[in-house]
């Protein structure tokens, strides 16, 4: 499995955007990225995932060079419920179940007014 | 469709005692996944189980802990005569069948936060 770099923390303001760069110089052909948010007392969920280009869907987006050496989860015009712990995680997950997720450190996120 | 549910959300023990964590997966989720998370860290995966099967107990530490899927009711973690390292929040997750290529994703519960006395 890929190792992941993250920021350990962030800070940010209501109505900004915020965006958490993941490196993985490792990662593997196969490999897809994904991230997770995580509130407190809270099991993680499930937030996007890419394997290249960019990747959008309602709540994120999610750039990833051609190299895919890193990647960048962004987060449009954040509100204080964005405050969260943000998990990058690479591995081969596909179809298949089995797919143990390898969560680091992760980057909290703080926003405020 | 109701989420993973996990029960107890809060359990305390006194060190030797057991401990018995309950997941049950979501609706139409055969593959079950348990996590143990420590203060300040990520999730680390503990096993893998399907119904009746343990898949991948690579995560489980090697004494103390058992897990299963029974066929019916809910997956169990038990941890036997806890000791205080044990303190952690175990998350269970569930996904559906494989039906095909794509991202199998893995929901999670709301963690069962376990103190040992």
């Known amino acids: 499995l890929a190792k992941t770099t993250q920021p350990i923390s962030m800070d940010s303001y209501e109505g900004q955007e915020v965006n958490i760069t993941c490196s993985h110089n490792n990662i593997a052909t196969n490999d897809y990225i994904t991230w997770y948010q995580q509130f407190p007392s809270q099991g993680p969920r499930f937030i996007i995932q890419g394997y290249k280009t960019k990747v959008t869907n309602e709540v994120a987006s999610l750039f990833i060079p051609a190299d895919r050496k890193s990647s960048t989860l962004s987060l449009p015009r954040v509100s204080l419920s964005d405050t969260a712990v943000y998990y990058c995680l690479v591995g081969d997950i596909l179809t298949g179940g089995g797919n143990k997720l390898t969560f680091g450190t992760g980057t909290q996120l703080k926003v405020e007014l | ?117």
């Open chain 2, 1 to 117: 469709n109701a989420g993973v549910m996990q029960n107890p959300r809060h359990l305390v023990r006194r060190r030797g005692q057991e401990a018995r964590l309950r997941c049950s997966p979501m609706k139409g989720h055969s593959h079950v996944y348990w996590y143990r998370q420590l203060p300040e860290e990520g999730l680390k995966f503990m096993v893998y189980l399907q119904k009746e099967n343990i898949i991948d107990e690579s995560g489980m530490p090697k004494e103390r802990f058992s897990a299963e899927f029974p066929k019916e009711g809910p997956s169990i973690l038990r941890i036997q005569q806890v000791v205080r390292g044990d303190s952690a929040a175990y998350f269970c997750a569930s996904s559906p069948t494989a039906t095909g290529g794509g991202y199998n994703e893995q929901f999670f519960g709301p963690g069962t936060r376990l103190t040992v006395l």
